[in-house]
T-cell receptor, first 113, second 114 residues
């Protein structure tokens, strides 16, 4: 099955700096890559996603890039703010089962005011 | 907005008890999922369902079963709870099958088995 690795496990940045979280996947057939943000005491919330026919997608301060050849994708957060502090998860979708996701182990992001 | 509601935020049970975790979604989604979340291990899929009365095993189904009698409701059952099932349990739902669709999560049930 699919294997998703996520790095780093923890990340601290100064407010206003950029943060980058990277994920790799093993199954070249995976075709959908969502990113989730989980705040304390809440469930994961989708923040951005990308499909395999697109190399980059941006939504305000958040962007995701996908390199299908290298089988890795990254989350970029610019101009970080304290409210960006949370745990972030990447995932890859198994096309053989449609909507089954394989998640990375998470990155705890702390934005220091 | 999609709303996925898990019946309990916190639950404390004893070893050997039969435990029911309930999840309801209000968007008529076909797919529903149960995950457990443990520090350093991310989210691991226990069971999922593509339709009423249909279920498929995920990566860690041992010690669990599920029930989906109605489209909007997906129940996770711990047949005989053990301490290693102490965890955060997350329910999710998504639309359709085929091309990837985002999963929408509830806020979780933190289950402690004593």
């Amino acid at each position: 099955g699919e294997n998703v690795e996520q790095h780093p496990s923890t990340l601290s940045v100064q407010e206003g700096d950029s943060a980058v979280i990277k994920c790799t996947y093993s199954d070249s057939a995976s075709n959908y890559f969502p990113w989730y943000k989980q705040e304390l005491g809440k469930g994961p919330q989708l923040i951005i996603d990308i499909r395999s026919n697109v190399g980059e997608k941006k939504d305000q301060r958040i962007a995701v890039t996908l390199n299908k050849t290298a089988k890795h994708f990254s989350l970029h957060i610019t101009e970080t703010q304290p409210e960006d502090s949370a745990v972030y998860f990447c995932a890859a979708s198994d096309p053989n089962t449609g909507n089954q996701f394989y998640f990375g182990t998470g990155t705890s992001l702390t934005v220091i005011p | 907005d999609v709303k996925v509601t898990q019946s309990s935020r916190y639950l404390v049970k004893r070893t050997g008890e039969k435990v029911f975790l309930e999840c309801v979604q209000d968007m008529d989604h076909e797919n529903m999922f149960w995950y457990r979340q443990d520090p350093g291990l991310g989210l691991r899929l226990i069971y999922f369902s593509y339709d009423v009365k249909m279920k498929e095993k995920g990566d860690i189904p041992e010690g669990y079963s599920v029930s989906r009698e109605k489209k909007e409701r997906f129940s996770l059952i711990l047949e005989s709870a053990s301490t290693n099932q102490t965890s955060m349990y997350l329910c999710a739902s998504s639309q359709d099958r085929g091309l990837g669709q985002p999963q929408h999560f509830g806020d979780g049930t933190r289950l402690s088995i004593l």
